[in-house]
DNA sequence: CGCAAAGTACGACGGCTGTCAAAGTTCGAC
DNA sequence: GTCGAACTTTGACAGCCGTCGTACTTTGCG
């Protein structure tokens, strides 16, 4: 079964955590983070998975890959493949169900007062 | 006048940001320590303020210092003097104003679901 | 097969931040 | 005015995190 680590080709999809292992230090420590909290806004607005590269990044490919490492590792996204293009899917309802009301808190407002919206 | 700074001993009290100045990103990076976090949640439980000695915290006394110092510029908490000590009031109302169901959706949880409260 | 596209993995590097100890300041009590 | 309590300030230091470029892998296409 490779349970541990489908070496497989179809599966370059890495390990997603549970929704109860995930940590509230661990998702402010992802969110913490303008680039990643972008990143999850666009994905909260969209209502719909997008690819790495829709999403576009003030930083380079290498940077980005990192943020959506840790935003995975952080339980806030799901990524599978299409192709050569990695979807990015917001977990929104375990979030929730994991802790109420951040998730909107967070995004309903894009950087305070100074921010008129992009 | 020294409006500067008020050079006169009744004004230990540095100034404390306007709630409309206050940013995501900063009020983030105040809550993502896990010390700062303890003690605003030790405010928010208390209901009444708090001097800076009756939280006790896992670090020394110069880095208990820091941390309230991030908070108050943060906007999170206010500060004030009675004798020698430093009370710390949490600002509830105007950071639910700025920020509506961010404070209790970081306070409401400890530490995720594998804390049961203190 | 050969090539381009889309990401990933790997070091490396710089800056920021949490940490502490030691010295200083202010206040209250005696 | 002296002492102690409660913090603050300063300086130093270590570790982490975001950043990048480069090389590599996988997929899709013709």
Same mark, same amino acid.
């Given at each position: 079964? %490779? %349970?541990?680590? /489908?070496?497989?080709?179809?599966?370059?999809?890495? %390990?997603?955590?549970?929704?109860?292992?995930?940590? !509230? /230090? /661990?998702? !402010?420590?992802? $969110?913490?983070?303008?680039?990643?909290?972008?990143?999850?806004?666009? !994905?909260?607005?969209?209502?719909?998975?997008?690819?790495?590269?829709?999403?576009?990044?003030?930083?380079?490919?290498?940077? *980005?890959?990192?943020?959506?490492?840790?935003?995975?590792?952080?339980?806030?996204?799901? /990524?599978?493949?299409?192709?050569?293009?990695?979807?990015?899917?917001?977990?929104?309802?375990?979030?929730? +169900?994991?802790?109420?009301? $951040? $998730?909107?808190?967070?995004? *309903?407002?894009? +950087?305070?007062?100074? %921010?008129?919206?992009?």
């Amino acid at each position: 079964m %490779a %349970a541990t680590r /489908q070496k497989n080709k179809d599966a370059r999809i890495p %390990a997603h955590p549970d929704v109860r292992t995930i940590s !509230l /230090q /661990q998702v !402010l420590e992802a $969110l913490v983070d303008p680039v990643r909290r972008h990143i999850v806004s666009a !994905l909260y607005a969209s209502h719909e998975d997008l690819a790495c590269g829709t999403i576009d990044l003030p930083v380079s490919k290498s940077t *980005a890959t990192h943020h959506f490492h840790v935003l995975r590792e952080a339980g806030l996204i799901r /990524q599978y493949y299409v192709g050569t293009s990695r979807m990015n899917a917001l977990r929104r309802d375990e979030i929730d +169900e994991a802790f109420p009301g $951040l $998730l909107r808190a967070l995004v *309903a407002r894009p +950087e305070g007062p100074s %921010a008129g919206g992009a």
